[in-house]
């Protein structure tokens, strides 16, 4: 019964290869996030989205993009990985815009 | 631009003794402030937030207007507590995250 899980755990690639990371929350919430964890501990948001908008942080570059096939789920695919990929990447969901973050257990991606 | 600061990338105390984890910000409006926790390869999970005015875990955090900051305390620091923390705003309808704060508590 976790609230959001994410699938793979863990995810060892190689540079080119194209990837999704799946993420699915089971509290209701509207919006849901993906967030990268790099090896200095700095989070930083991608994405954020709700039925009504997806909003892009500027700074991803476009190999990256969220797909939700519904409310309960944000997917992140990523093409032509590279070795700066290489994070921990978090989901993450909120009852609205405003409110507390619930997140996932992360993935952590290893770009070889 | 910077909206949430926390200059201590790295804080070491004894157990025991008293802690405090520094978060300042830069928002002209009226802030909502939280800090999160994450223990050593887990999720980050909800630690406080400043309009819940609560204790969790013997940690508190007032929200200092006049400073624009937020920091966390905890009079008598464990050895759970070991931990990366991260104070976070929303603005815009957005979470924005500081740098975060690893704390270690030396037994």
């Known amino acids: 019964d976790t609230a959001v899980s994410q699938t793979p755990k863990y995810l060892v690639t190689q540079m080119g290869n194209d990837k999704s990371i799946k993420c699915e929350q089971n509290?209701?919430?509207?919006?849901m996030y993906w967030y990268k964890q790099d090896s200095k501990k700095f989070l930083k948001i991608m994405f954020s989205?709700?039925?009504?908008?997806?909003?892009i942080n500027e700074t991803v570059p476009n190999r990256f993009s969220p797909k939700s096939p519904d409310k309960a789920h944000l997917n992140l695919h990523i093409n032509s990985l590279e070795l700066g990929d290489s994070a921990v990447y978090f989901c993450a969901s909120s009852q609205t815009n405003n409110s507390p973050l619930h997140f996932g257990n992360g993935t952590r991606l290893t770009v070889t | 631009a910077q909206r949430v600061t926390q200059p201590e990338k790295l804080l070491s105390v004894f157990k025991g003794a008293p802690v405090e984890l520094k978060c300042n910000y830069s928002y002209s409006g009226s802030p909502e402030l939280f800090w999160y926790v994450q223990y050593s390869r887990q999720r980050l999970q909800l630690l406080l937030r400043h309009i819940s005015r609560e204790s969790i875990k013997g940690f508190t955090a007032d929200l200092n207007k006049g400073e624009t900051s937020f920091h966390l305390k905890k009079p008598f620091a464990q050895e759970e507590d070991s931990a990366m923390y991260y104070c976070?705003?929303?603005?815009?309808?957005?979470?924005?995250f500081g740098t975060g704060t690893s704390l270690t508590v030396i037994p």
């Open positions: 976070a705003l929303i603005y815009g309808n957005q979470f924005y």
């Open positions: 989205y709700n039925n009504k908008e997806l909003i």
């Open positions: 509290l209701g919430h509207d919006t």
